[in-house]
């Protein structure tokens, strides 16, 4: 297994779209939800933790979540997979040249 993989396979992509393709609202919510994983460094700036941060993919907003977040934080975890399960959104493996959905199913499980 190349690092590559093995990184693409320990995260999971959240865009800021619906199933249906429309766009989610309110817009900032990814960095809603990755702030309340985040904690202020001696430079008094905000520092998002490295098992949900927000980034661009293609050109859009995303919320990448490390599944390891399962293990340690397993509350928040279910929060942020019912909360993109919830409201449609949809949810990638981190594969940037071929993007395969996760299942419904595999959400809840995941």
Same mark, same amino acid.
């Given at each position: 297994?190349?690092?590559?993989? @093995?990184?693409?396979?320990?995260? +999971? !992509?959240? /865009? #800021?779209? *619906? =199933? ?37 993919? @293609?050109?859009?907003?995303?919320? +990448? !979540?490390? /599944? #390891?977040? *399962? =293990? ?39």
């Amino acid at each position: 297994m190349t690092e590559t993989t @093995k990184i693409d396979e320990d995260v +999971v !992509v959240i /865009r #800021g779209v *619906r =199933e249906d393709g429309n766009k989610f609202r309110p817009s900032d919510w990814i960095e809603r939800i990755s702030a309340t994983l985040a904690s202020f460094g001696r430079d008094q700036r905000l520092n998002y933790a490295r098992a949900a941060q927000p980034c661009v993919v @293609k050109g859009e907003r995303c919320l +990448v !979540v490390e /599944r #390891g977040l *399962r =293990e340690s934080n397993p509350a928040a975890y279910e929060f942020i997979m019912g909360f993109a399960r919830d409201n449609k959104l949809c949810v990638f493996e981190d594969r940037r040249t071929r993007q395969v959905a996760v299942s419904r199913e595999r959400r809840q499980s995941a």
